[in-house]
């Protein structure tokens, strides 16, 4: 793992963000919309395990924690960064 190699990906009015943390791969959501980021609690052994995770954080996020409705139902493109 390269230090400040990661990946991103854009979902609704969330960003995903995928990068190595001691040793794994984190996930952090980032809402400009409520100002949170939150960081997901399991580390990772891969990004790609991450970028699985992602999608179902985004729309708990969304659904569950702002009871807002997603506008967006398309699969995420990852971008690294």
Request: aromatic share 10%; charged share 25%; glycine share 4%.
């Amino acid at each position: 793992m390269m230090p400040g190699h990661g990946y991103k990906a854009q979902y609704d009015y969330v960003e995903l963000v995928v990068e190595p943390r001691e040793g794994q791969w984190g996930l952090t959501l980032r809402d400009r919309r409520h100002a949170e980021d939150i960081v997901h609690e399991d580390r990772f052994a891969t990004a790609a395990e991450a970028q699985d995770a992602a999608l179902a954080f985004a729309q708990h996020h969304i659904n569950v924690a702002h009871n807002d409705t997603l506008l967006l139902r398309a699969p995420l493109t990852w971008q690294e960064y």
